[in-house]
């Protein structure tokens, strides 16, 4: 599996899914992993799209949808974009409308089965629709964001939107409009 650093180590007792920025509520909301895992799941068939220009169709994910964690920790009316933070650091912008589609989910098992720790165990989020870099990995906080910036590989020269199907992988390609000022 292609990802940035080593594998973390999950400490259940310790692991936390934050929900901060611009909140409806303007405070931030913790899930422990006891309170995650055992939100409502979902499971969707999806591909998934490498920007290495390969493609895996018709994976089978379970998780927590986005719509399910936006109903306890809604965010403000006038939110238009998200950043996905990971372990060390990591992390990518969605688009709100990316963001909210039925699809996207923080993903605990594929194909049936507990993600293994190098494809983002215990939570990763997943973005079929857009290229797999926004699907990040070891997933720790959901930030609602007034405003888009970048996120980690956003920051190093990849698309700041990701669609598969229209190949923007780099950010020389940006239309004006498809990334922050």
């Known amino acids: 599996m292609i990802h940035y650093g080593r594998v973390p180590t999950f ?3 310790t692991w936390e899914l934050h929900v901060m920025g611009a909140t409806a509520s303007g405070q931030q909301h913790r899930f422990t992993w006891p309170q995650f895992s055992e939100l409502p799941r979902t499971t969707i068939v999806a591909d998934f799209h490498c920007v290495t220009k390969f493609s895996i169709m018709g994976n089978e994910w379970s998780g927590v949808s986005a719509a399910t964690l936006m109903e306890l920790a809604p965010p403000a009316r006038d939110v ?6 990971a372990e060390y650091g990591y992390s990518a912008n969605l688009r709100m409308s990316d963001f909210a589609r039925s699809q996207t989910m923080f993903v605990l098992e594929f194909d049936e089965k507990p993600l293994a720790p190098e494809r983002g165990f215990p939570v990763r989020l997943v973005v079929p629709h857009l290229y797999a870099w926004k699907s990040v990995k070891w997933v720790r906080a959901v930030e609602y964001l007034l405003e888009d910036k970048r996120g980690f590989w956003e920051e190093r020269g990849y698309h700041n939107i990701a669609d598969p199907w229209r190949e923007q992988r ?3 390609q940006e239309e004006p409009g498809e990334g922050p000022l």
């Not at 238009?80 to 933070?85: D, G, L, N, R």
């Open 170 to 172: 780099y950010s020389y």
């Open 11 to 13: 400490r259940p007792a």
């Open 80 to 85: 238009k974009h998200v950043m996905i933070w």
